[in-house]
């Protein structure tokens, strides 16, 4: 069931009943066995690798459009746009110099997290794949291993210790301090990760779901249609904040992601 699409059902039930949880099952096209792992191919399936290829297909056609001379036009200058803005307001800003390597890599993610959330308001999908605990999880635990792989290359094995033994800290408060910092720093952060995106995507969803049927459900009763009208009005206009959120969730997972690296890099900072 999607958010918008549930306008085009007829008269809906009476007395009215809020969606749930139901609204984000996703049923199994087909399932089969490999290598010992039962694999589900669904419609979230079908949109992470939708996702995956718009944003490959798009940097690819931007870069191909980078050999013409001229001013950056269309794709090419939206392309550009959004590296810059990474660059310059997530990786340098956050990470400092070193951050120009990581650039290829954090525009990577914003922009894959950034079109999965939309996906929710597009008509025909109204599904954002970022819902499912699934992809959220594997996206904080590939920010987590980036944080463990930057701290170990910059500082080796001193990365781990300088992390759960902070330096200036009484030595009988190691006690107390080892446990906590071990715990926040390498088991919460992709915990953290990850319920932040799918709690607000699923809310999100939820919410215009929960509009877009009491609008229908308005509608479809004469004493009541007239309500319908401002309903629909602040339907639409939560598909506007929808978006907002979609982008700005993209940000906040990416900007963390390079405030772990700049703190495995940096660890005085």
């Known amino acids: 069931m999607s958010a918008i699409g549930i306008l085009a059902k007829s008269r809906p039930p009476d007395p009215f009943e809020a969606p749930g949880l139901e609204i984000f099952d996703a049923p199994c096209f087909t399932e089969f066995d490999a290598i010992g792992i039962h694999f589900c191919i669904n419609r979230v399936t079908v949109y992470i690798f ?25 794709a090419r200058n939206l392309a ?17 110099p070193e951050g120009r390597a990581w650039v290829p890599l954090l525009t990577a993610m914003f922009s894959f997290i950034m ?11 109204q599904y954002p794949i970022n819902s499912r605990m699934a992809l959220p ?15 170990l290359k910059a500082q080796g094995f001193r990365f781990f210790t300088g992390a759960i033994f902070p330096p200036g800290v009484p030595k009988a408060m190691y006690i107390l301090v080892t446990p906590i910092e071990f715990i926040s720093t390498f088991l919460v952060r992709p915990l953290t990760l990850s319920v932040r995106l799918l709690a607000n995507m699923m809310a999100g969803h939820l919410v215009l779901a929960i509009f877009f049927l009491g609008t229908a459900y308005l509608f479809g009763k004469p004493s009541t ?39 495995a890099i940096h660890p005085e900072h």
């Open 50 to 74: 939708l996702a995956a290829l718009l944003v490959i297909g798009f940097f690819v056609y931007a870069a191909a459009k980078a050999k013409a001379v001229g001013r950056p036009r269309g």
């Open 80 to 96: 550009e746009s959004v590296v810059e803005f990474v660059r310059n307001q997530i990786a340098i800003e956050v990470i400092g």
């Open 115 to 125: 079109i999965g959330n939309i996906f929710g308001i597009i008509p025909g999908i």
């Open 137 to 151: 999880a594997f996206l904080a635990i590939l920010s987590w291993m980036l944080f463990i792989g930057a701290g």
């Open 225 to 263: 249609w007239a309500f319908a009208i401002p309903s629909f009005a602040l339907a639409t206009a939560l598909i506007a904040f929808e978006i907002l959120v979609a982008v700005l969730q993209a940000y906040i997972f990416t900007i963390l992601t390079a405030v772990y690296i700049a703190g």
